[in-house]
């Protein structure tokens, strides 16, 4: 069979999956962006990770819908954010109220003293990161590229996360997953995997919830 005629199959198929998918349908109903804000929804419930007062950075934020949940869960009784809440990604992302978005590289100096600028001093009580790279379909190419933007979020937390706070990334079991896990559990006292019921069982993606800094020895 000709590659294209594969290809053109592969599209159709995923187009029928995406129509048909139960979140995609909920997530256009309840006005949010994408179908992974399912994803956050389910870990907040279990794991408690969204606090009104705390300051949150989502990492890879575009196009939205996990900074429109945690902007959701950091709002008071009068609706007002308590906390902060800064997005970021080198993608644009449509405006959500009371979020600082900073588009770019957050390893770029202009990105970063930027940030520095908002926190004025502060530390990060939660850093969240859906990244994913554009996937080629080349197994062991995606994995590393996966892979490094898991440790690019891992530097991200050592920098400005709050010794007691929480970081949550998006991982794909492979090449160099468990490695990334115990690096993970070098730093952080407390480590574990989750599957959200969002996350479709073809997957290889799971997310990484980790708590509390460990003291520099």
């Keep these: 069979m000709p ?8 599209n159709r198929a995923w187009i029928e999956r995406h129509i048909n998918d139960p979140f995609v349908k909920r997530s256009r109903a309840e006005g ?9 929804i389910e870990l907040d419930e ?11 950075v989502d990492l890879g934020s575009a196009p939205g819908s996990w900074t429109q949940v945690v902007r959701e869960r950091l709002a008071g009784p009068d609706g007002s954010v308590r ?8 993608l644009p992302m449509d405006p959500i109220d009371d979020v600082y978005f900073l588009q770019g590289d957050f390893r770029e100096q202009e990105v970063a003293d930027k940030l520095a600028e908002i926190l004025n001093g502060d530390k990060v009580d939660v850093v969240l990161s859906d990244m994913a790279p554009n ?6 190419a995606d994995a590393a590229r996966s892979l490094l933007l898991n440790e690019l979020a891992l530097e991200f937390c050592l920098e400005h996360l709050a010794p007691n706070g929480v970081f949550v990334t998006k991982a794909f079991q492979g090449s160099g997953y468990s490695q990334y ?13 989750k599957k ?22």
């Design 3 to 10: 590659v294209a005629t594969k290809k053109l199959r592969s």
């Design 32 to 40: 949010y962006r994408a179908r992974s804000v399912y994803k956050l």
């Design 46 to 56: 279990k794991e408690h990770l969204l606090k009104p007062g705390s300051t949150v």
């Design 83 to 90: 906390g902060r809440i800064i997005a970021m990604d080198i």
């Design 135 to 140: 996937l080629s379909g080349i197994a062991a």
């Design 181 to 193: 896990v115990e690096s993970l559990k070098r730093v952080f006292k407390k480590v574990a995997a």
């Design 196 to 217: 959200p019921e969002a996350s479709r069982d073809t997957s290889a993606e799971v997310y990484l919830v980790s708590r509390g800094l460990k003291a520099p020895k």
